[in-house]
Antibody
């Protein structure tokens, strides 16, 4: 059974940093691209960042470019999102998602349960 | 970025009704469109990809169609478990974008 379990969310002040983690199991992690998608409370979905199977290529939404960094550790079946210079508008549930293929150009067939990041003073 | 616009934003229907949701792209995305279902407090679930391919395990009452800029999601006979919010997503570009969502409510 595919499982994606996020951790690392919480309350943080504007301008501070936070690192999200996603532990993956139930599939061959290094065969697939992975992504982060966020959803502000009561709002719609926004793709945040993606990374190919071998970390050879990464992508970011314009709203987080230069502030967020995605990475993965295939040996530990883990995905990460380093979030710096956080803003109140970054407040959202952050979902770890699995791409349907390795190069990251397909939809997301599995999602974690999400971790809430709240940016407030 | 490619903009995705769904209509309607909210839809009220009876159990057993045939329901159609439309998604329009601001430019052609060929068939690179997916549909997701999200229930309150839960993560989204993939229903359809490549505009009309049914994801494994998804009931056959769900179907998708379209290409280019206009797409539809159809539920042939609405079931109690189908009341949820539905999102379309384009993946023609790496910076994939979602529609704003369509909430399907009980009438």
């Amino acid at each position: 059974e595919v499982q994606l379990v996020e951790s690392g969310g919480g309350l943080v002040q504007p301008g501070r940093s936070l690192r999200l983690s996603c532990a993956a199991s139930g599939f061959t992690f290094d065969d697939y691209a992975m992504h982060w998608v966020r959803q502000a409370p009561g709002k719609g979905l926004q793709w945040v960042s993606g990374i190919t199977w071998n970390s050879g290529s990464v992508g970011y939404a314009d709203s987080v470019k230069g502030r967020f960094t995605i990475s993965r550790d295939n040996a530990k079946n883990s995905l990460f999102l380093q979030m710096n210079s956080l803003r109140p508008e970054d407040t959202a549930f952050y979902y770890c998602t699995k791409d349907m293929e390795r190069d990251g150009f397909y939809p997301f067939d599995y999602w974690g349960q999400g971790t809430l990041v709240t940016v407030s003073s | 970025d490619i903009q995705m616009t769904q209509s309607p934003s909210t839809l009220s229907a009876f159990v057993g009704d045939r329901v159609t949701i439309t998604c329009r792209a601001s430019q052609s995305i060929s068939i690179w469109l997916a549909w997701y279902q999200q229930k309150p407090g839960k993560a989204p679930k993939l229903l359809i990809y490549k505009a009309s391919s049914l994801q494994s395990g998804v009931p056959s009452r769900f179907s998708g169609s379209g290409s280019g800029t206009e797409f539809t999601l159809t539920i042939s006979s609405l079931q109690p478990d189908d009341f949820a919010t539905y999102y379309c997503q384009q993946y023609n570009t790496y910076s994939r974008t979602f529609g704003q969502g369509t909430k399907v409510e009980i009438k």
